[in-house]
């Protein structure tokens, strides 16, 4: 059944027929069933301690819960701001918008789907776009709620939760735009962020009492007025200086998993080839998964660490050479069904890679801090170095102390000149002052003859949030719109542009360079747009542009 069809349903009958079945059959299955035999109720144990009561439904029961939720999700799509339960969102996208800022501030909302009792599904039911009446509204909300409220386990509760908190996400996005604060939600984790000083944090959404931080009467007013409730236990504000956590995610830098996680599938894999399959699982099954088994049985060792694996590719991307590295030595112990793809760098690529510098700027801020922003750039072949003018200049000023290095050994330093800058554009061409005896590798890459076409298949490299130690950047990613702004042709990317990826190339199949990353969308407003390659042309030609 399509949803306009099933929204012009105002009889039990006609709501049974949509399942396949009698409304005699659909009352046994809701109401004259036991809810011991309706539901299986357990407990799994919570990350930081406590537990998670799971009601999972019968077969039959499932059956129906899930035609409606394909149902729920045509009808109504969730807030930009929910990311949890969404279709083509996840906690990396929820991450991803909290990047880039000086402070996090995380709650949690306490009993959140217990909260969301039968009334309010009842008259969720009534409400637009449903508009059932009380019979019709009433039947689907028993099909929904055990208990008298949404269980979790059910198909149909994710999507039910964000339809409930619809309001509260609009209220709380307005909160965070008039505060010039990002927010998001993923399920009971709510999210803010901002790029002020702790000194000019919104009180309306955080106070600070005695160096702790509490939400502010505005948030805590909406998040009550909407029928949910603050865990207190969990309110934390995080700033730059510590690790900061966005849904279990790190954001300081890249979005990303914590080092643990790596450590440990690395350790798992080890013990894999060291010790072989049986004795691993064995392993692992006794000492480090305890978490509750419906089945009863051992976990199947290859299928977490499987799983495991394909998390790491969703938040660091397939291009990643940690990923790249795991995903090689798993392929190497599974058969054929279970190797998972992978992207190496081919030898353009990797030339493309190698042409690559990280560049660093030292001065005083107007304060007299110490700052040392970092970019990306890359050698262009016959032209120089080229990066974005902002990393190298700042309010039309050039950075007397400019260096460039190589990713993997940050140690070789060379003093970087600017030979040619415009700032309109936001590019700069660069030459390295070479020391005798300290010749820099040579590696390069060209232009690409063609334009860059819409739908255009690209790739983005370079160095966002660089500290030593760290690989270089590569995601392949679409051109998403060409248009002029301030009559210079530029091009939008679907990737995410992140601080410090500025100057990167954007390669196409050939790995010629079709255009320059310029400043990302880190804010509510902008776009990850790029410079087009002829735009270079210009600057080349023009004297006013030569320093």
């Not at 790596?262 to 894999?272: K, P």
Request: aromatic share 10%; glycine share 6%.
């Amino acid at each position: 059944m399509n949803k306009e069809d099933f929204l012009k349903i105002t009889t039990h009958n006609e709501l049974a027929s949509m399942f396949g079945m009698s409304y005699a059959k659909l009352t046994k299955i809701i109401y004259k069933t036991d809810g011991v035999y309706k539901y299986h109720q357990f407990q799994i144990p919570k990350k930081n301690g406590g537990h998670r009561e799971i009601a999972s439904p019968s077969k039959k029961l499932k059956k129906i819960q899930s035609e409606l939720k394909e149902l729920f999700y045509e009808i109504y799509p969730s807030k930009p701001s929910a990311h949890g339960f969404a279709k083509n969102k996840s906690i990396v996208t929820n991450a991803e918008r909290h990047l880039d800022k000086r402070f996090i501030f995380n709650i949690d909302l306490s009993n959140f789907f217990g909260s969301i009792h039968f009334g309010r599904i009842r008259n969720l039911f009534k409400s637009s776009p449903f508009n059932f009446n009380n019979s019709i509204a009433t039947i689907l909300a028993q099909i929904c709620c055990f208990d008298n409220s949404l269980p979790q386990g059910a198909p149909t509760s994710p999507i039910l939760s964000n339809m409930i908190a619809w309001k509260l996400d609009t209220q709380l996005q307005s909160l965070a735009k008039m505060t010039n604060g990002t927010y998001t939600r993923y399920a009971d984790d709510i999210s803010f962020s901002f790029t002020t000083t702790k000194g000019r944090l919104p009180e309306e959404i955080v106070i600070l009492r005695g160096g702790e931080a509490a939400p502010g009467h505005a948030l805590t007013h909406i998040i009550e007025e909407n029928g949910f409730f603050i865990n207190y236990d969990k309110v934390r504000l995080c700033s730059r200086l510590s690790r900061m956590e966005v849904t279990g995610l790190t954001v300081n830098e890249l979005t990303n998993v914590r080092r643990k996680y790596v450590r440990q599938l690395s350790s798992m894999l080890h013990a894999w080839r060291k010790h072989g399959y049986e004795l691993a699982e064995k392993d692992f099954n006794e000492k480090y998964d305890t978490r509750y088994r419906a089945s009863g049985k051992p976990k199947s060792f290859l299928h977490v660490v499987k799983g495991k694996l394909a998390f790491l590719r969703s938040v660091k991307t397939e291009r990643d050479p940690i990923y790249i590295k795991l995903a090689t030595q798993f392929n190497d112990l599974v058969t054929d069904e279970h190797k998972f793809k992978i992207k190496v760098p081919s030898d353009p690529e990797k030339n493309a890679i190698n042409a690559l510098w990280v560049i660093e700027a030292c001065y005083d801020n107007e304060e007299g801090e110490a700052m040392v922003p970092q970019g990306s750039g890359f050698q262009l072949e016959d032209i120089g170095i080229v990066t974005c003018a902002h990393v190298v200049s700042e309010k039309g000023k050039i950075f007397e102390d400019l260096e460039a290095f190589k990713h993997d050994d940050s140690t070789v330093k060379y003093k970087l000149r600017v030979e040619r800058i415009c700032s309109h554009r936001d590019i700069a061409i660069c030459s390295l002052l070479v020391e005798e005896g300290k010749e820099p590798p040579k590696h390069s890459v060209s232009r690409s003859a063609n334009n860059v076409e819409m739908g255009q298949d690209v790739k983005l490299l370079g160095f966002p949030a660089y500290a030593p130690g760290h690989s270089y950047f590569m995601v392949d990613t679409k051109v998403a719109k060409i248009y002029t702004q301030s009559l210079v042709r530029k091009f939008e990317i679907n990737a995410l542009i992140r601080e410090g990826n500025s100057g990167g190339p954007i390669i196409d199949s050939k790995s010629s360079v079709v255009g320059i990353a310029l400043e990302g969308a880190r804010k509510e407003a902008g776009n990850n747009g790029c410079l087009t390659i002829p735009e270079l042309e210009d600057v080349l030609s023009d004297d006013k542009y030569k320093i």
